[in-house]
């Protein structure tokens, strides 16, 4: 139920981006990653918001100190293909498991991929 | 395809032809790439041939559809292993116990149907998860409370029945008992409702919990004689204030009268708070800091303190005692916290300290005082599970850390009950420390302390890593077998464990030639005649398994 109603969602934003292609500005960008953003408050945030206190920040910031992924934030990363996401959220790494359809629907994780990938330069 | 064991591929497939049908084909999981999903992310078996793993999944989204998923089980003798969220990570994750079953992933039953806020219950389906349930309650703006474990995205009912436990208050800490009416498919398909929700338009399903003649909800916990579709909780109206206070003691043997007068407070209700044990002198932190530790460090100790330490058995030197009394760093402190309206906490601390003011030396002192409510931002400054704030923030336990630069893969939770005294502390350190050692385990290398989740009695909960190495493993597997096995000899058991560990743990509870091993069984026999649902969950076998054994 929640994937379908998502799933509507989704497509709705792409048909909002489509007829907002001539003037692109942040609000349709926002709007078109609303669903991913929703997919990462629900089942990422806890582990990545920003912080110490959350636990996924703290292991990146850890694991690349001193680069452009020092802060450690998901959301900010301009260097994080939308491939690497829909593979470590169907693997798992470390301590952090691998979600299942239920959990995560193949039509969420696309959205959540575009959504964290927005920031990378497509090609990379 | 994979094909559960003892099902030939013929009826397998007509199966998940009758599967597909019942519940729709996009929720009926065959292929490997989607089975993957429900390995078990912390298995001991880690890409060993022996790790447990699903032959197929089956995501319902109603009561009716499990009924019809069961029926069909019957009739084509299917294995299946229902889990609820599949978060219990260290106790099982989503994989079966029994490898090769067909895992009934209800997740998709994700109702709140109700939060009373006048008689303070829920009533949830499996697939709801204690972030779901506190985000609703904040939504309605209800003023109550849920109790929850560290790890926020496990399924209320799911923590319940496998007795998981939390840190609000005393009556809401222990998850099973906090539960009020369970709704269960049995495994012939038909729907059983327990305690009051057996009258036909029951008005009191969540407020009584017995009903009437033998109260059974206890069997459907820990088990596999039913997939458990509906579930109570008794929830803590939201209390007006928080204090949290300690009582700081000089001396290694202040230990004893000081859990003494722990038992005493805390039976006697003149505290009801988690409590919480810590060593400053020993550096062991409390339960509720562990994940403080983990983010910024331990607290940082002189070099004499340090060295002092290495020198010290089963936590104790003169020299560390003195050394202690000098610096004025106590050897045990106890954390006491208390919910309520101020003038009662106020009182209820006040009586405490009249207890513990007979240890000579007790040191008192109020850390925290919280009007209520707070919210999940504000909550983020204290240990989130004692405001009844869902967090993941205990994964920094085995996470990358600059403390810990290598990362596990996970971890297996070693968790026995010992006698809430003193002396049972350093018993159980004394055999669990000596045996660790032998067997090259990471548990017990230093001074531990156990929780206090329940009020009758102590556990310890640690984590046993998973690591990349299968060597490694397996020298972690057999010696926390092993662990099992010595604890059983002192009088100890696990209260809950992977799949992996199940046989062993159970094999401890023996009493009478495993009379309670042969009683499992012989519910099995009569409620599960075709052993169909969780074979070997608890060690509990359907006869064609158990024969073959």
Redesign the interface.
Known sequence: MRARRLTGTVTSGLLLLGAASRAVGADSLAARHAPGRAVYEKWCAPCHDPGIIHPGTHALMTKYPNSTRASGLITAWTDLPATYVTFMVRHGISVMPAFRKTEISDAELAALAAYLARNTPTGR | MRVPPNVSSADYARALAEFEQAIGRE?V?TSD??L????D??SPFLNEPEERIASG?L?P?STEQVQQIVRIANKYRIPIYPIS???N?GYG??APAYSGSVVL?L??M?RIIEVNEQHAFALVEP?VSY?DLYRYIQEHKLKVWIDCPDP??GSVMGNALDRGGGYTSANYRNHFDSHCGMEIVLPNGELLRTGMGAIPNAQTWQQYKSGCGPWIDGIFSQSNFGVVTKMGFWLMPEPEAYQRCTVSVPRYHDLMPLVEILNFVENSRITSGFPDLESPLLGYPPVGQI?LW???GPPKMSAEHANLLKGAKLGYSPQIEAYGARAGIPYWRLWLSFHGPEEVIQAQWHAAQRHFARIQGAQFAVVEQVKLPVDAQQA?KYHEPEFGVP???A????????WN?T?????MWFSPIIPRTGEAIIEANRVFSEAAQSLGMPLFTTFTLPACFWERAFIFILATPVTEDPHLNKRYREGFKKLIEVGGQHGWGEYRTAPVFQHAVMDVYSFNNHVLQRFHATLKDAIDPNGILSAGRYDIWPKHLREKA
């Open positions: 929720w999981f790439e989607d993957d999903l429900y390995r992310a912390f999944a995501a989204v969220t599949g978060k990570l994750g989503s992933d997740k998709r994700n697939g972030f926020g995205w994940q983990n983010e910024t983020t967090s993941l923030r994964f920094s336990i085995g996470a990358r850390t600059p630069p990362p596990s893969k996970g971890h």
